[in-house]
């Protein structure tokens, strides 16, 4: 059977394997100043949401984290074995955000406590609204073409994070100068349910499926699409 070259070639995962690293890099810095502002932050105005923010953040870099230790590894054979291990971490990091925005979603609707209006935090909010969505969707693009489901995953936390941004962004606003406190809590619920979906995909490993860079028959061949991906996967 005639072959057909699948995936990047070695010198071009090389490439995208240090654009991840740079990316990653990149996140990890960014969100632990937006956790030591978001926390100092929302324990000075008493918001649960900011303060619930600055934890996401920290979440954030935990998942960062572990894409970085998987890339840190010079063989490609290596970082392959690492992506299940850093696909959990991933997924475990969704669950726990997802099981503290809920909680903290819950005592904000139980009104438990109320927020001082915070002008640091409505910035902070917006910045990372601006920020993010540039972070996750250059690491998304290279995991996809690397076919590295650990490297999508974390791209699709950043971009939770962009949710939570706005998110957060609406309801000091609306907090501020409407003293609405129930519009953060009600769309927060909102952000749980779509960080455990993204956390059951992580564990079950469908966020991308890496694709061989040598060769494969036709037959294979036909298995995948044209983003690279074999049949049944959802990196693209």
Known sequence: MMSIPLGPSPARREVLARRIRLLVAATITYNVIEAIVAITAGAAASSTALIGFGLDSVIEVSS???VAWQFSAADHAVREAREKTTLRIIAVSFFV???????DAARALTGTGEADRSIT?????ALSLAVMPFLSAAQRRAGRELGS??????SKQTLLCTYLSAVLLAGLILNATLGWSWADPIAALGIAAIALKE?????????CCAV???TAT????SEADTCGCRAGCSCC
């Open 64 to 66: 960062a984290a572990a």
């Open 97 to 103: 955000l997802a099981v503290y925005v809920t909680v």
């Open 121 to 125: 935090g409505i910035a902070l909010a």
């Open 149 to 154: 489901a650990s490297a999508v995953a974390d």
């Open 199 to 207: 956390g059951r995909d992580a564990w079950q490993g469908k966020g």
């Open 212 to 214: 061989p860079a040598t």
């Open 218 to 221: 036709a037959g294979s061949a």
